[in-house]
């Protein structure tokens, strides 16, 4: 039976007017979007969610039509289904990109537009506050396949320019910086790549688009990682790139070049948690504001990173750029990464644990290790908090347990 393109004629003008509504009112707040998204109940007799369709093969109604397949919105599963563009419209629309393309992981959201944007004897400079992986893929597959590599300071803003070459064809970028949190003056990184000819790509998980919109301060390419806050639930793993217009041809042909998509369950999953994301995101970005600024009092603290405390260093950055900010963000504990030892195995409501986004808190204790310009500290050990959806007063108490552990053992060393 087609299921969502012989709509009748009833359903054709509901979705027309739909459409009118959506462009008369440019208005509507996020969350409005978030519940409402762009696909069209009406186009599959009302159910309110799209459907899951599992699929590798696609039916042709003749070999015409099988020629002639390009003006078709589906040819084979691969390709996408429904199910897929549903979210891929959902993401476009909250990015407000022209396209966007989902895979399996938010590496590949990294790894896919840096293949389909470089080749070998190209330059790439990337920020040096990077998600570790992204460094590691950059330093081994792109090195061995010939492109040129350098890491520049997340301050370095319009300064950019005096590190183009003719060869740079792409600006990777990710605000605010893994687990150190340095803001990035994103407008003046851009308008400087663009003048040298490079694509920008920006990783926008931390933020979400609810929370900061990168296409709109010139970036090319929207890269996230759905298994953070779109997820939501710390059961999924799945990346998306919003694209411009100009870049998007380019990064699909290499997105299906690779044989990349996002599998159907897992992409309900997401289409199931952005619905919810922005009351989720209100809940993890209040608990975060709290605990840090009650990290930020105590006398064993040494920093507290979160761009929303006017004592961050790059707070003015932060609050020029985005409207919120998510659960995440770090602090410093004196001592080495012994003492961080200590202070994370008190702790039994939070979870050791990578990834973030979830329900649930986690700790880590930062390794800087790899950074070559946004080095850490001299003294002390980050540790980066993942604030879920607890209560806040049972995170306090499972981080003073942590410091009391610490405070003892400093006891007991004399
Ligand atoms: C987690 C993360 C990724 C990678 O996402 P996965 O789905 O775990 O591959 C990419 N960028 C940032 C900033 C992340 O935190």
Redesign the pocket.
Same mark, same amino acid.
């Given at each position: 039976m087609p299921v969502v393109h012989h709509r009748c004629r009833r359903t054709e003008q509901k979705a027309e007017e739909l459409t009118n509504a959506r462009s008369k009112n440019r208005q509507m707040g996020p969350n409005t979007l978030l519940a409402h998204g762009p696909y069209d109940p009406h186009s599959l007799h009302g159910f309110v969610n799209p459907p899951v369709i599992h699929a590798s093969t696609v039916l042709f109604e003749s070999t015409d039509a099988m020629r002639h397949r390009k003006s078709l919105p589906y040819t084979y599963g691969l390709r996408g289904t429904p199910t897929t563009k549903a979210l891929e419209d959902a993401l476009s629309e909250l990015e407000g990109a022209d396209e966007t393309i989902l895979v399996p =992981?938010?590496? /590949? /959201?990294?790894t896919v537009p840096l293949l389909a944007f470089l080749g070998a004897g190209d330059h790439c400079l990337v920020v040096d506050s990077v998600?570790t992986?992204?460094r590691q893929f950059c330093n081994g597959t792109l090195r061995r396949m010939g492109v040129e590599i350098a890491y520049f300071d997340p301050h370095i803003g319009a300064g950019i320019a005096d590190l183009m070459k003719p060869n740079t064809k792409v600006v990777f970028l990710?605000a605010p910086g893994?687990n150190t949190f340095e803001m990035m003056d994103v407008a003046a990184v851009c308008a400087a790549a663009r003048a040298g000819g490079a694509v920008t790509m920006l990783?926008n998980? +931390?933020a979400t688009p609810l929370y900061f919109r990168p296409i709109a301060h010139g970036v090319d390419l929207s890269?996230h /990682?759905?298994?953070?806050y779109p997820g939501g639930h710390s059961d999924l %793993? %799945?990346?998306s790139v919003s694209a411009t217009a100009a870049t998007a041809a380019q990064l699909r042909e290499t997105q299906m070049q690779i044989g990349l998509n996002a599998a159907p369950d897992d992409v309900y999953l997401v289409l199931r948690g952005l619905k919810t994301m922005g009351v989720r995101l209100e809940r993890h970005q209040a608990s975060a504001l709290e605990l840090a600024r009650w990290l930020e009092r105590r006398e064993d603290v040494a920093e507290v990173r979160h761009p929303a405390l006017p004592s961050f260093f790059d707070h003015a950055l932060y609050a020029r750029q985005f409207s919120g900010c998510s659960g995440l963000f770090s602090f410093l504990l004196p001592g080495g990464f012994k003492q961080a030892a200590t202070f994370l195995d008190a702790l039994e409501l939070i979870g050791l644990g990578y =990834? +973030?986004g979830g329900h649930e808190s986690l700790a880590v204790a930062v390794d800087l290790s790899d950074r070559t310009v946004a080095k850490g500290p001299k003294d002390g050990t980050f540790i980066r908090l993942q604030v879920g959806l607890e209560d806040v007063a049972d995170l306090k108490a499972d981080l003073e347990a942590g410091f009391a552990a610490l405070a003892a053992t400093a006891g007991t060393a004399g």
């Open positions: =992981s938010g590496l /590949a /959201a990294i998600y992986p992204t990710e893994s990783d998980t +931390w890269i /990682a759905l298994t953070k %793993m %799945m990346g =990834s +973030w």
